[in-house]
């Protein structure tokens, strides 16, 4: 089992800057490839960024991609996502999630473990 916990997030104007950790404890964290993933309200949960065991490979949604940057610090079990130049559709409760296969997992389907989200509100 990984227990995932994120945190971070809050209420920022658009333009702004947040950067959300998500905390895993439980198995080795180094063997996981780690996805951010969001829900907007009314709106299905979609694919936002994911990360290979290594750091080796990045991949992001179009939606964010240049704005939002995912990261990983496998010494302190720790995956980060730096959301930069923050727009209201942005708004969400954002989850982390990991998964054992290293390859690129963009579907809800190819994560294992979840965390529990954490809200991010852009106001205009």
């Known amino acids: 089992q990984v227990q995932l916990v994120e945190s971070g997030g809050g209420l920022v104007q658009a333009g702004g800057s947040l950067r959300l950790s998500c905390a895993a404890s439980?198995?080795?964290?180094?063997?996981?490839?780690m996805g951010w993933f969001r829900q907007a309200p009314g709106k299905e949960r979609e694919f936002v960024a994911h990360?290979?065991?290594?750091?080796?490979?990045?991949y992001y949604v179009g939606s964010v991609k240049g704005r939002f940057t995912i990261s990983r610090d496998n010494a302190k079990n720790t995956v980060y996502l730096q959301m930069n130049s923050l727009k209201p559709e942005d708004t969400a409760v954002y989850y982390c999630a990991a998964t054992r296969q290293n390859l690129l997992a963009t579907l809800e389907s190819e994560y294992d473990y979840w965390g529990q989200g954490t809200q991010v509100t852009v106001s205009s």
């Open positions: 990360i290979t065991r290594s750091s080796s490979s990045t």
């Open positions: 439980g198995r080795t964290f180094s063997n996981y490839a």
